[in-house]
């Protein structure tokens, strides 16, 4: 029997080429994202015969005190739950002297709060199961804060704060937290943006970026840059002292 998969943040790019992949693998899963339409396109190829495996659900994670309703409704829909992804997120243009406060509650809330609203519930349910899996879509650009975008660094780092915490608490009870770090992937969140189409750290598909994430979760590592080569980078990152780090414009 297939796997049964909530995926949030399915509509577009890396979220909706795992949906996919998982479709074509013969899981069931339920699609959450604002775009109906996409969702509604995506889901066709889970429901090509008589059986019907995907299941889309429009779903805002800004809604907070919705998110426990529509993760009820996810797990009626697919009779179970074996694995969660949360791949929603924003990155929105910010130049080099702005501060927008708009711009940034949107980051944090679609982020950082969205995934404990929608991940909160789904530690609850996997705790009682006593098995599951859960895994968050997180960015080499929470290792550190750089100049460009501040608020989504924090997102980013305080979703993989908030994912290792729980991977910790539910290690007791079998269930696996996996935080993946992707670098560079040609989506639409970076379409607007002059990315390397050569080297080691080119840009990679969303379908690419999606076989190595499955990958990762069936292999059970707590957390892991997607293509690898970002490790390095964060571990150079990492190590570069702030008075250094303050200079440069990365
Ligand atoms: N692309 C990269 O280079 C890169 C690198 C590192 C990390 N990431 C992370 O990877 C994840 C996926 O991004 P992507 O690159 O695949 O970009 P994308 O194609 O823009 O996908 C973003 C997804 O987030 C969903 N989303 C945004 N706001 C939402 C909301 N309020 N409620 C529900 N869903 C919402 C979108 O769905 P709707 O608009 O339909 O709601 C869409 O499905 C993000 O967390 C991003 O930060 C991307």
């Keep these: 029997m297939g796997k049964k998969i909530i995926i949030v943040g399915a509509s577009s790019g890396i979220g909706k080429a795992i949906a996919e992949q998982e479709l074509n693998a013969g899981s069931s899963v339920v699609l959450l994202a604002r775009r109906e339409k ?7 190829l889970g429901n090509k015969s008589k059986e019907k495996r995907a299941f889309p659900l429009v779903f805002d994670v800004t809604k907070f005190v919705s998110a426990e309703k529509t993760f009820q409704k996810a797990v009626s829909l697919l009779g179970g739950l074996d694995e969660v992804y949360f791949a929603s997120g924003v990155m929105p243009e910010i130049s080099k002297e702005e501060y927008n406060t708009e711009k940034d509650l949107e980051m944090l809330n679609v982020n950082l709060l969205g995934a404990v609203a929608f991940l909160n ?51 007791e009870v079998n269930v696996r937290v996996t935080t993946i770090k992707p670098g560079f992937v040609k989506t639409d969140m970076t379409k607007g943006l002059t990315l390397p189409e050569k080297g080691l750290l080119k840009a990679i598909s969303a379908e690419e970026a ?23 980078v964060a571990l150079i990152i990492r190590n570069i002292p702030n008075f250094i780090f303050k200079k440069l414009s990365i």
């Design 38 to 44: 996409s969702l509604e396109a995506i889901a066709k």
């Design 210 to 232: 999606a076989e190595k994430i499955r990958a990762i979760v069936a292999s059970g590592k707590d957390e892991a840059f997607v293509p690898g080569i970002w490790a390095l």
């Design 121 to 171: 519930p789904v530690a609850t349910y996997f705790t009682k199961q006593k098995s599951g899996k859960i895994v968050g879509i997180s960015s080499i650009a929470g290792e550190r804060g750089r100049k460009g975008n501040p608020v989504y660094n924090a997102s980013k780092a305080g979703l993989n704060t908030y994912l290792e915490a729980l991977r910790n608490r539910l290690s």
